[in-house]
C-alpha cells in the first residue's frame, strides 16, 4: 500500500475500475481517472443510495455513477446543471444555471422549483449547492461569461433556502462566489471566490442564520471552485487539482491532477472515496481516514 507523505492514501475496495493507461500517481497519491469523453463535468454528489450523480454542464445532462458500472444519463434537458447536493431524505438539488434557478428532484425524477428570483429579478446562473441535514440550503449565483450579459440582478449572490422554502440572501459579493461547503457540524459556511482567489467563512446558528464573515483563504493557487469537508473538517478545494486546508486555513496538502478541478465529493461505502471533476474527465482518489462530513 502506498502512502503519501501524512500516512493518508487509502487502500479502499476497487469498486471503481480506472481506464486502461490513466493510472496516474501523483506525490504519493493515487489519482485514477474513471470516465472521461464528456463535455465539461461538475457537481458530483453522493447518494447515501449507493451512487453518484454529476454534471455534464454543455450537454444539458445529469449522469448517475453505480459502482461497478459505466455511468448512463439520469436526467436530460437539465436546465444547464452544475453543483448538486443530496439532502438528508436522499433528494437531489440541483443548480440550473442555464435555466437561472435551483431545483429539487422527487423520488421519480421529477423536479420542484426552490428558487428562480430575487425581490422579482431572476437569478443570475445559481452555480453550486450545499444542504444542512435539518433542511437549510445554501447556494451560490455568480454569473460567467455569456450568463453575465443577461443578468437582472447588480450583484453576486448567495442565498439561503430554508426548510420552509424562504428565500434569504446571505451576501452581496464584490467577487463571483463559485463554491459552497459547510462544516462537519452544520455551523460553518464556506464560499469560495473565484476572482478574488478567496475562501470567506460564515457562523451559522441552529436556525440557519448567517453572521460573522470572514476570510479564511487569501491567494489560492488557482480559481477555487467546489468544496467539500471531510470528518475532521479539513477543506478539499477545487482548484488547480485539489487543494486540502485545515479549518484555521492552514494549507495542508495538495492533490495534483494535471489539469484544473472543477468540483469535488466524497463517496464509496466508508465515504472515503473522492470523486473529482475535471475538465472532460472524472477522477477518483481513495483517502484513509477523511470520509465525508456529515453536517
Not at 434557478?101 to 422579482?120: F, H
Not at 436556525?207 to 491567494?219: D, F, P, Q, Y
Amino acid at each position: 500500500m502506498r502512502r503519501t507523505r501524512s500516512g493518508l492514501l487509502a487502500a479502499l475496495p476497487l469498486l471503481f475500475a480506472p481506464l486502461a493507461g490513466q493510472d496516474q500517481p501523483a506525490e504519493g497519491f493515487r489519482v485514477d481517472k474513471i470516465e472521461t469523453g464528456l463535455r465539461y463535468a461538475e457537481g458530483p454528489a453522493w447518494s447515501r443510495e449507493g451512487f453518484l450523480i454529476f454534471s455534464d454542464v454543455p450537454a444539458d445532462r445529469l449522469l448517475k455513477l453505480v459502482p461497478g458500472q459505466h455511468p448512463v444519463t439520469w436526467k436530460e434537458q437539465a436546465g444547464g446543471p452544475t453543483g448538486n447536493a443530496f439532502d438528508s431524505q436522499g433528494r437531489l438539488y440541483s443548480c440550473q444555471a442555464r435555466a437561472r434557478r435551483v431545483v429539487r428532484y422527487d423520488s421519480k425524477g421529477k423536479p420542484e422549483v426552490l428558487a428562480e428570483q430575487w425581490e422579482g429579478k431572476r437569478l443570475n446562473a445559481p452555480n453550486d449547492i450545499v444542504v444542512r441535514n435539518d433542511g437549510h440550503a445554501y447556494f451560490t449565483d455568480p454569473a460567467f461569461g455569456y450568463q453575465a450579459d443577461t443578468r437582472e440582478l447588480d450583484f453576486y449572490g448567495v442565498f439561503h433556502i430554508t426548510p420552509r422554502r424562504e428565500l434569504k440572501l446571505v451576501a452581496k459579493s464584490a467577487g463571483r462566489p463559485n463554491g459552497v461547503a459547510l462544516s462537519p457540524n452544520g455551523r460553518i459556511l464556506y464560499i469560495s471566490d473565484s476572482d478574488q482567489k478567496a475562501i470567506r467563512a460564515y457562523d451559522l446558528d441552529g436556525k440557519g442564520e448567517v453572521s460573522n464573515e470572514r476570510v479564511l483563504v487569501s491567494g489560492t493557487e488557482g480559481v477555487p471552485g467546489g468544496m467539500r469537508t471531510d470528518s475532521q473538517g479539513n477543506l478539499y478545494v477545487a482548484a488547480d487539482g485539489i487543494a486540502v486546508y485545515s479549518s484555521q486555513g492552514k494549507l495542508l496538502e495538495t492533490i495534483p491532477l494535471g489539469e484544473p478541478a472543477s468540483n469535488c465529493a466524497f463517496g464509496g461505502a466508508e465515504g472515503q472515496a473522492l470523486f473529482i471533476t475535471a475538465g472532460a474527465s472524472l477522477y477518483l482518489v481513495r483517502l484513509e481516514g477523511r470520509g465525508a462530513a456529515r453536517h
